[in-house]
C-alpha cells in the first residue's frame, strides 16, 4: 500500500503539472473582443432558454437585464453579454457565455462592477482573467461555487463605500470596452504576450513565460475552479426544449425563413470551425503513450526506448498513409504540412468524395504499412543477416496495421465495411455490433482476458449509437434530393429550411445539434459506392486482414498439423503390435470384483474422505496409506488384482500404489531386523513381479522395474549381513531365477512403440500449448517455426520406418530382447526424443537383469560361505550383454559388476545417432558393487 501511495504521489507530482503545461501550451494566444449591441430576438432560442436560470437568479438579488450583446472575437465561435444593473447598490453585473474555437467547450462567467466617483472600479470576476488589471479596477479574481457566494464576497467590498455611483448604460459598455483595451496593451507591455503578424488583435504568449503560467492553473484544478462550466450549485438546471417551440418567423421583429436560415447556417459553422480542444489534444497523447506502453509490454520490454521510437515512427506513417490521399484527393481542413497526432487527418472533409476515393484514403493508412512490414519478413527468411531492429519494426508494423484492419469503429476496417456495406444496410450494423461483441466475450471467457472484455463491453455500447446511425439514415433517404447535391452549403440550407417548415426549429440549440446535422449532411452529401468499389473494396480488405491472420495461424499451427501427422502414422504402428500382445482372456467373479473395487475406492480416498492427491507418484501415495491399506494389501490375490487391471476394473493407477504398499511393508520390516518377516515378504514381491507381467505401459513397467530393484537391494543386504538361512536362500533363489527370464517380444515391442506413440501425443499436446502461449514477438519464431513445417511435411511424405517400430520388429525377428544391433537391417526414421526412449528403454532391460544375476551371485557365495566356512578364493563370470561378474576380497568381500560394453562395440549404433542429429546421451555405466559376508556395515535403513 505504501509503494501504492508512493507512486500515486509521482503520478501527480510529475504527470500533473506536464498535463497543465500542455493544456497551457494550447491556450497560448489571446483574443481582443468588441462588443455590438443586439436586440434580444436575434439570441438564438436555445442560448436564452439556457441563460434564463442565470438571469433569474441575478433578479433575486435585485439586478435587471439592460442590455444585450454579441461578442465578435477570433477565439470564440459564439459568444453572448448581458449587462444587468442594481440601481439599489449601483452596481453593475455582466453575464457572458462563450464557445471557444479551441473546443474547451462552453461557459458562463459572471463579473460584478461597482463604478466609485474617483474613476475607481471595485470588480469581483469568478475566474482568473488577467494578471495585468488595469491601474483603476480593485479586483479579486478567484473561483466562486455559487451566485450567491459571489454576490456576498462583492457586497461586503462595496458595503461601506460612500462613493459610488451608477453611470448610464452606455458610458458604462464604454467603460467595458477601455477596459478591454488596458488588459489588451497590459499583456503586450508586460511582456508575456506579443502580438501576431497575421492578426494584432491576437497575441501569443511568450514560451519563457510558460511555467509562471502553469503553477495558477494548478492551483485552480484543484479549488476546482478551472475547468469552464456552464452551471453554479444555486443556478437551476435549465427547462427542455418544448418539442412545437420554434422560431418566430415574418412579423415586425421577427425573421424571414430565409434569414432564420441563414442564421442557423452561420451557427452551425461557428460550431464547425471549433477546434480541437486541449482535453482532445491529451486524450490524443494519451492514446499514443497507451499504445506505446501497450507494444513495450507486448514486444519490447528489454528495448523499451527502441520500442517506443519504432512505434511513433509507426504511427506517423500510417497518419500520413491517409494524409497524402486527402491531399491529392481535395480534401478540405487538413494543413498543408502534415503533422502526426494533432488530429489533422481527423478534420478533413470532402463529404461529395466518390466511394473509391474513401476506399483509398481508409486503405492508404494501414495497407502500405501491412505489406512493407511483410515483405520484410519475407526478406529476412532469404537473408538471414538482416538486422533485428528491422525484423523488430516489420513485425509491430504488420501488428500494429493489423489492428486498424478489424472491421469494428472507429478502426479503419470498420469505417470500409461501413462504406460498403452498412450505409445501404444500416439494419444489419446493430446485428453485426452483437455478434461481434458476443464473440469477443466468448474469446474473453475461454482465454480469461479482462481486457477482450472490456472491448466486448465497448463494442456492444455501440449498437446504441448504431439505432441512431439507422435513425438518421432512414430520415436521409426520405429527402428527394440526397446524393445529388454536391455543395455542402446548399445542402445545409436545404435541410435548415425543410426543419423549419417542419415546425422543428427547437432542434437547433439542442445538445449536440450540430453533430447530428453534421451526420445527416455526411448522408445526404454521401456517393453510393457502385457494384465494382464494393466487390473491389471488400477484396482488399479481406486480403489484407487475411495476410497476418495466414501468417499467424500458419505459424500457430503448422508444427501443431505435423505432429498431428505423425501421430496419426504411429497409431498405425500400436495397432500393429497391440494384435500380437497377449490378450487377457481370464475374468473375476462378482465377489472378487466387488472387492477389489472397494479396495481401489479406498485407496482412491485420503483418510479424510476427499480424493488421494499425487496417484501418478505411487510411492508418495504408498508412505501416506501404508498404514491403513497395509494389512488389507496383504490379503490381495495379485493374479485377480493384475486381470482387474487389464480389464478396467480397476483404475490403471491403483494397481502400482499397491505394489508400493507391499515394497514399503517389506522395506519396514527390514529396517526393524524382523528377519522372518523381511524373507516373507521379499518372496511374496519376487512372486507378486512374476504375476503382473505382462505390463500393460511403459510407464507401469518403470514403476514396477524400480520396486524389484528396491528388493533385491534389501535382499542383497539381509544376505550380505547373514541373516539368512540355507532355507531361505534357496527360496529366494528359486523366485529370481523364476524372474531371470528373457523378456517377451510381442510385450516388450508394443510398450516401446506406445510409449514413444504417449510420448509424441504429448509433444504435439505441448507444441499446441506453446503456440497458444506463443511469444507475442511471433516473428522472432516464424523461421523455425517455418522450416520445422518444412522438415514435418517431408518427414510425413518419406516412406522411412521410425525407429522404434524397426527396433521391435527386429526383437520379433531374432526374439533378443534389449539388443541394439549394429545395422537394422530397413531405413529408418529416428528423432533426438526417439533415440533416448530406446536407449532408457534397453538400458532399463540390461539394468534389471544385471541386478537380478548379482543378486543370485550374492546369495549362492552366501550359501558357499555357509557350507564351507569361507568365500572361494576366486570367482569371476561373464555377464551376457557385455558385462563381467568379480568376486573382491580386498578391502572387505563384495562382488563387482563391471559394465564393459564401450571395450567391447560402440554403445550407441549408427542407426541410432545419424550425422544430422546430436549423438543422444547414453547414460553412466552400469558397474555395481554388492557387499558381501564380512564387508563393512552399511548405512539402517530409514523408517521413512
Known amino acids: 500500500m505504501t509503494f501504492g501511495l508512493v507512486l500515486l504521489a509521482l503520478v501527480f507530482a510529475t504527470g500533473l503539472p506536464l498535463i497543465c503545461a500542455f493544456i497551457a501550451l494550447m491556450n497560448v494566444r489571446r483574443y481582443r473582443v468588441k462588443a455590438h449591441p443586439c436586440e434580444a430576438h436575434v439570441i438564438p432560442t436555445d442560448v436564452k432558454r439556457r441563460m434564463a436560470p442565470w438571469l433569474n437568479r441575478l433578479g433575486h438579488f435585485g439586478f435587471r437585464q439592460v442590455q444585450i450583446a454579441r461578442l465578435e472575437s477570433a477565439g470564440f465561435a459564439e459568444a453572448h453579454r448581458w449587462i444587468l444593473v442594481n440601481d439599489e447598490e449601483k452596481t453593475y453585473a455582466t453575464l457572458e457565455r462563450t464557445v471557444p474555437v479551441s473546443g474547451a467547450g462552453p461557459r458562463v462567467s459572471l463579473s460584478l462592477f461597482t463604478p466609485l466617483r474617483d474613476g475607481t472600479l471595485i470588480v469581483t470576476l469568478d475566474r482568473r482573467l488577467t494578471r495585468h488589471p488595469p491601474s483603476w479596477w480593485r479586483d479579486v479574481q478567484r473561483y466562486f461555487g455559487t451566485v450567491t457566494s459571489q454576490w456576498k464576497h462583492h457586497y461586503a467590498r462595496i458595503r461601506g463605500e460612500q462613493e459610488r455611483i451608477l453611470p448610464a448604460t452606455e458610458k458604462f459598455t464604454e467603460m467595458l470596452a477601455a477596459d478591454e483595451e ?139 498513409g491517409h494524409w497524402l490521399p486527402m491531399r491529392l484527393f481535395g480534401y478540405r481542413g487538413i494543413p498543408p504540412l502534415f503533422i502526426p497526432f494533432t488530429g489533422a487527418t481527423e478534420r478533413g472533409r470532402k463529404l461529395h468524395a466518390p466511394a473509391w ?26 537473408r538471414p ?210 472387492t477389489l473395487t472397494e479396495l481401489a475406492a479406498d485407496t482412491e480416498k485420503a483418510p479424510d474422505g476427499t480424493p488421494t492427491p499425487n496417484l501418478d507418484r505411487p510411492r508418495d501415495v504408498a508412505v501416506a496409506l501404508a498404514s491403513v491399506l497395509g494389512p488389507r494389501v496383504d490379503k490381495v490375490d ?24 507391499q515394497v514399503r511393508q517389506l522395506e519396514l520390516s527390514a529396517a526393524d531386523n524382523r528377519g522372518p518377516e523381511t524373507v516373507r515378504r521379499a518372496e511374496v514381491l519376487l512372486h507378486l513381479f512374476s504375476e503382473i507381467e505382462p505390463a500393460t505401459s511403459y510407464e507401469r513397467r518403470e514403476a514396477f522395474t524400480q520396486a524389484e530393484l528396491r528388493v533385491l537391494s534389501i535382499v542383497e543386504r539381509e544376505a550380505g549381513a547373514g541373516r539368512l538361512d540355507g532355507m531361505s536362500l534357496g527360496r529366494l533363489d528359486e523366485r529370481i531365477s523364476e524372474r531371470n527370464v528373457a523378456p517377451v517380444p510381442e510385450v516388450e515391442g508394443l510398450l516401446l512403440v506406445a510409449a514413444w506413440a504417449e510420448r509424441s501425443r504429448l509433444s504435439a499436446i505441448s507444441d499446441a500449448a506453446a503456440q497458444a502461449s506463443l511469444d507475442p514477438r511471433f516473428w522472432r519464431d516464424l523461421y523455425p517455426r517455418i522450416r520445422t513445417v518444412r522438415r514435418l511435411l517431408a518427414e510425413q511424405n518419406s516412406t522411412l520406418v521410425p525407429a522404434s517400430v524397426a527396433l521391435a520388429r527386429h526383437w520379433n525377428n531374432t526374439r533378443r530382447v534389449g539388443e541394439l544391433p549394429p545395422q537394422i537391417g530397413m531405413p529408418v526414421a529416428v528423432s533426438a526424443g526417439e533415440a533416448s526412449l530406446i536407449l532408457d528403454f534397453c538400458e532399463q532391460h540390461r539394468r534389471l537383469t544385471w541386478r537380478r544375476l548379482s543378486t543370485l551371485s550374492a546369495l549362492r557365495l552366501e550359501g558357499h560361505r555357509q557350507k564351507k566356512g569361507s568365500l572361494p578364493p576366486m570367482w569371476k563370470h561373464t555377464v551376457p550383454g557385455g558385462a563381467i561378474i568379480e568376486l573382491h576380497k580386498d578391502s572387505g568381500p563384495y562382488l563387482r559388476l563391471t559394465d564393459r560394453r564401450d571395450q567391447i562395440t560402440r554403445r550407441i549404433p549408427t542407426w541410432l545417432a545419424p550425422a544430422t542429429l546430436p549423438v543422444p546421451p547414453s547414460g553412466p555405466s552400469l558397474d555395481y558393487d554388492c557387499p558381501l559376508y564380512g564387508a563393512p556395515a552399511l548405512p539402517e535403513l530409514s523408517h521413512n
Open 182 to 320: 488596458a488588459r489588451h496593451a497590459a499583456l503586450v507591455a508586460g511582456g508575456e504576450f506579443t502580438p501576431t503578424r497575421q492578426d494584432p488583435d491576437v497575441l501569443r504568449l511568450r514560451l519563457a513565460c510558460l511555467p509562471s503560467r502553469v503553477l495558477p492553473m494548478l492551483g485552480d484544478f484543484f479549488r476546482g475552479g478551472y475547468l469552464g462550466s456552464t452551471s453554479r450549485r444555486d443556478v437551476a438546471a435549465p427547462a427542455k426544449a418544448k418539442t412545437d417551440e420554434s422560431e418566430r418567423i415574418g412579423g415586425a421583429i421577427g425573421l424571414s425563413l430565409n434569414q432564420a436560415v441563414e442564421q442557423d447556417l452561420t451557427r452551425y459553422r461557428a460550431l464547425q470551425a471549433v477546434g480541437s480542444s486541449p482535453l482532445d489534444h491529451v486524450r490524443r497523447l494519451v492514446l499514443l503513450a497507451g499504445t506505446i506502453a501497450f507494444f513495450i509490454f507486448l514486444f519490447g520490454q528489454d528495448q523499451p526506448l527502441q520500442t517506443a521510437l519504432t512505434v511513433v515512427v509507426l504511427s506517423a506513417l500510417h497518419e500520413a
Open 357 to 382: 476515393q474513401q476506399l483509398v484514403v481508409a486503405l492508404g493508412g494501414p495497407l502500405p504499412g501491412l505489406i512493407a512490414g511483410l515483405a520484410m519478413l519475407a526478406h529476412g527468411y532469404f
Open 385 to 594: 543477416d538482416t538486422p533485428l531492429w528491422l525484423l523488430d519494426a516489420a513485425g509491430m508494423a504488420v501488428a500494429l496495421n493489423a489492428l486498424h484492419l478489424l472491421p469494428v469503429l472507429p478502426m479503419d476496417g470498420g469505417k470500409i465495411i461501413d462504406l460498403l456495406v452498412f450505409r445501404d444496410l444500416p439494419l444489419l450494423r446493430p446485428f453485426f455490433t452483437v455478434t461481434a461483441s458476443i464473440s469477443a466475450f466468448a474469446a474473453a471467457m475461454v482465454l480469461k482476458s479482462r481486457v477482450l472484455k472490456h472491448i466486448a463491453m465497448a463494442m456492444l455500447g455501440g449498437v446504441i449509437w448504431d439505432v441512431r446511425t439507422i435513425q438518421v439514415v432512414r430520415g436521409a433517404r426520405k429527402l428527394p434530393w440526397a446524393g445529388e447535391v454536391n455543395d455542402e452549403g446548399e445542402a445545409l440550407r436545404r435541410i435548415f429550411r425543410g426543419l423549419r417548415q417542419e415546425g422543428h426549429g427547437s432542434f437547433i440549440g439542442s445538445d449536440g445539434w450540430h453533430k447530428k446535422i453534421e451526420a445527416l449532411l455526411m448522408e445526404v452529401m454521401r456517393k453510393r459506392p457502385n457494384l465494382a468499389t464494393r466487390f473491389a473494396g471488400g477484396g482488399l480488405l479481406l486480403t489484407a486482414g487475411a495476410m497476418p491472420s495466414l501468417l499467424f495461424v500458419g505459424v500457430l499451427l503448422g508444427p501443431v498439423l505435423g505432429d498431428a501427422g505423425r501421430m496419426v502414422r504411429t497409431v498405425e504402428h500400436v495397432s500393429e503390435f497391440r494384435k500380437i500382445y497377449p490378450r487377457e482372456n481370464r475374468t473375476l467373479s462378482a465377489e472378487d470384483r466387488l
Open 638 to 661: 495379485w493374479q485377480k488384482a493384475t486381470i482387474a487391471s487389464r480389464t478396467n476394473v480397476i483404475s490403471a493407477h491403483v494397481l502400482p500404489i499397491w505394489v508400493e504398499v
